[in-house]
């Protein structure tokens, strides 16, 4: 077969070919509405865990921020965060209003939310933390299971 004639033929089989089938555009679409279903829970789930650490992080900056104005303030702990920010130990102005105990621990005022996804303070853990589930009403809280009692004989 002579060149010319194959390339007649490449020609021909690729004009036939130009376009995609609709069952291939189906299929596509519904690849992309899976993955698209699949991922975007997960980014949401992503980026709560993500504020969750940028809230964290504040408060451990704003702790070594307090150490360095205890340090040079005459061993006397900053009022707020905002003391912080206006006299240059912190260089981003905090999210929430953190006051600091007698050993310079932050605290948080009570009811107090953080960020988009409303992280709530736990004094306990000294973190910030997504919110907890609303608990379920009374009735659903406890499912008591019939078990039969064992008598050791099968």
């Known amino acids: 077969m002579p060149l010319s004639q194959f390339l007649k033929q490449l020609k021909t089989i690729h004009r036939r070919q130009a376009g995609f089938t609709l069952v291939e555009l189906l ?25 969750v650490a940028g809230a964290n992080q504040e408060v451990s900056h704003i702790e070594e921020a307090a150490m360095a104005y205890y340090g040079n303030n005459s061993l006397s702990w900053p009022l707020d965060a ?13 999210v929430v209003d953190y006051g600091f105990d ?26 910030w933390q997504k919110p907890s589930p609303l608990p379920l009403p ?17």
């Open 27 to 51: 299929l596509m679409v519904a690849v992309v509405g899976i993955l698209a279903g699949v991922l975007v829970p997960r980014i949401s789930e992503f980026h709560a865990t993500a504020e």
């Open 82 to 94: 905002d003391t912080l920010f206006t006299q240059g130990y912190l260089s981003k102005e905090p």
């Open 102 to 127: 007698a050993y310079g621990r932050v605290t948080v005022p009570p009811n107090t939310t953080w960020g988009t996804s409303g992280l709530v303070w736990s004094a306990d853990e000294h973190l």
């Open 138 to 154: 009374k009735e659903q809280q406890f499912v008591q299971i019939p078990t039969r009692a064992y008598t050791g004989a099968v």
